[in-house]
C-alpha cells in the first residue's frame, strides 16, 4: 500500500507545481493517472518513489513486512531499502542495450547484493533461473540471450516489465509505460501488467484514456497541480473535456480512426470486438 498525504511541491522560485495532491492505493488495484501535459503526474510519480522530495506532506508506504514508512522522513539506508521495494518501469525502458535480456533482469537486483558481487556482475546459476523464469512469464523467455539493443520496443518493455518483476516489489510504479508503443504492443503491454495487480498496487501515468478505461481498475486525474478525480474507470468525453480542455480535441484528432467498410473483397476486416481503441461515452 501507499499513500500520498497531501503533498506539495514548489520550484526554487516558490512557483508551486503540486498543489496538495493525495491518495491511497492499496492491492489490487491498478490505478491509471492522466491529465494535460505539466499538469504534475511525473512529479508525483517522483515522490512516491523517493526519488524528489515533496515541500510539504509525506508519502507513506507499506513494505513486504507490512512496515508503514515515510518516504519524505527516511534517509540513507532506510530510504535505499524502501526503494529497493518499489519497482519502477519507465518510457525509455532504462535498458543496457549492449547486455542481453537476462542480464538486464539480472542487474535489478544490484542493489541488493554485497557491493563485490556487484562489482563483476556475480550472479548464481539459481538467480539466473528466476530471472529466465520472470522473463518466460513476460514471454520473452526465448530472447533472454539476445542484446537488448536488437530488440522491438515492444519487446524490450517486457524485458523492463520482468526486471521490475524480478526485485520482487511490494508496489510497482509505471511512468507512461506504453507512450511508445504502437496500439497492438500497447494493449499487450497492458493486459501483462493487468493480473499483477493481485500481487502488487500498481499505478501509472498514462495518455491514452481509451486503454486505461479498459485495463485500470481506478483513475486519478491531476489537473493544475491538484487531483480533480478519482474514482471508477468509466469515463466520458464530458469528463474528459474538463480535465485536458483544448488539448483533448487535439488528442481526438489523432485517435486512430476505423477504415469505412468498402466492397473491395481484399478490404481487410474491421477488428474484432475489444480491440483496437474503442471511443469514450458521450
Same mark, same amino acid.
Given at each position: 500500500?501507499?499513500?500520498?498525504?497531501?503533498?506539495?511541491?514548489?520550484?526554487?522560485?516558490?512557483?508551486?507545481?503540486?498543489?496538495?495532491?493525495?491518495?491511497?492505493?492499496?492491492?489490487?488495484?491498478?490505478?491509471?493517472?492522466?491529465?494535460?501535459?505539466?499538469?504534475?503526474?511525473? +512529479?508525483?510519480?517522483?515522490?512516491?518513489?523517493? +526519488?524528489?522530495?515533496?515541500?510539504?506532506?509525506?508519502?507513506?508506504?507499506?513494505?513486504?513486512?507490512?512496515?508503514?514508512?515515510?518516504?519524505?522522513?527516511?534517509?540513507?539506508?532506510?530510504?535505499?531499502?524502501?526503494?529497493?521495494?518499489?519497482?519502477?518501469?519507465?518510457?525509455?525502458?532504462?535498458?543496457?542495450?549492449?547486455?542481453?535480456?537476462?542480464?538486464?533482469?539480472?542487474?535489478?537486483?544490484?542493489?541488493?547484493?554485497?557491493?563485490?558481487?556487484?562489482?563483476?556482475?556475480?550472479?548464481?546459476?539459481?538467480?539466473?533461473?528466476?530471472?529466465?523464469?520472470?522473463?518466460?512469464?513476460?514471454?520473452?523467455?526465448?530472447?533472454?540471450?539476445?542484446?537488448?539493443?536488437? +530488440?522491438?520496443?515492444?519487446?524490450?518493455?517486457?524485458?523492463?516489465?520482468?526486471?521490475?518483476?524480478?526485485?520482487?516489489?511490494?508496489?510497482?510504479?509505471?511512468?507512461?509505460?506504453?507512450?511508445?508503443?504502437?496500439?497492438?504492443?500497447?494493449?499487450?503491454?497492458?493486459?501483462?501488467?493487468?493480473?499483477?495487480?493481485?500481487?502488487?498496487?500498481?499505478?501509472?501515468?498514462?495518455?491514452?484514456?481509451?486503454?486505461?478505461?479498459?485495463?485500470?481498475?481506478?483513475?486519478?486525474?491531476?489537473?493544475?497541480?491538484?487531483?480533480?478525480?478519482?474514482?471508477?474507470?468509466? +469515463?466520458?468525453?464530458?469528463?474528459?473535456?474538463?480535465?485536458?480542455?483544448?488539448?483533448?480535441?487535439?488528442?481526438?484528432?489523432?485517435?486512430?480512426?476505423?477504415?469505412?467498410?468498402?466492397?473491395?473483397?481484399?478490404?481487410?476486416?474491421?477488428?474484432?470486438?475489444?480491440?483496437?481503441?474503442?471511443?469514450?461515452?458521450?
Amino acid at each position: 500500500m501507499i499513500e500520498a498525504r497531501n503533498i506539495t511541491k514548489s520550484t526554487k522560485e516558490g512557483v508551486p507545481i503540486l498543489k496538495g495532491i493525495s491518495f491511497k492505493v492499496e492491492k489490487g488495484e491498478f490505478v491509471g493517472i492522466l491529465g494535460p501535459s505539466g499538469a504534475g503526474k511525473t +512529479l508525483t510519480m517522483r515522490c512516491l518513489n523517493g +526519488l524528489t522530495q515533496p515541500t510539504t506532506g509525506e508519502v507513506v508506504f507499506t513494505d513486504h513486512r507490512n512496515h508503514a514508512i515515510n518516504l519524505t522522513r527516511s534517509q540513507g539506508k532506510e530510504l535505499r531499502r524502501a526503494r529497493q521495494q518499489i519497482g519502477v518501469i519507465f518510457q525509455g525502458f532504462n535498458l543496457v542495450k549492449r547486455l542481453s535480456a537476462i542480464d538486464n533482469v539480472l542487474i535489478g537486483q544490484l542493489g541488493n547484493i554485497n557491493w563485490l558481487r556487484s562489482l563483476f556482475y556475480g550472479f548464481t546459476d539459481r538467480e539466473a533461473l528466476l530471472a529466465l523464469e520472470t522473463l518466460e512469464k513476460v514471454k520473452v523467455a526465448h530472447l533472454a540471450h539476445r542484446t537488448v539493443g536488437s +530488440l522491438s520496443g515492444g519487446e524490450m518493455q517486457r524485458v523492463a516489465i520482468a526486471r521490475a518483476m524480478y526485485q520482487q516489489p511490494a508496489i510497482m510504479l509505471a511512468d507512461e509505460p506504453i507512450a511508445n508503443l504502437d496500439p497492438s504492443n500497447a494493449r499487450k503491454i497492458m493486459q501483462l501488467l493487468k493480473p499483477l495487480a493481485e500481487e502488487m498496487p500498481i499505478i501509472g501515468v498514462f495518455h491514452q484514456p481509451e486503454i486505461i478505461t479498459e485495463f485500470c481498475t481506478r483513475i486519478i486525474a491531476i489537473k493544475d497541480g491538484r487531483v480533480v478525480r478519482d474514482g471508477g474507470n468509466g +469515463l466520458t468525453r464530458a469528463e474528459m473535456l474538463d480535465i485536458y480542455g483544448a488539448e483533448w480535441s487535439e488528442m481526438e484528432a489523432h485517435r486512430p480512426r476505423e477504415t469505412p467498410p468498402t466492397e473491395n473483397p481484399l478490404h481487410q476486416a474491421p477488428s474484432a470486438p475489444g480491440r483496437g481503441l474503442r471511443p469514450l461515452p458521450a
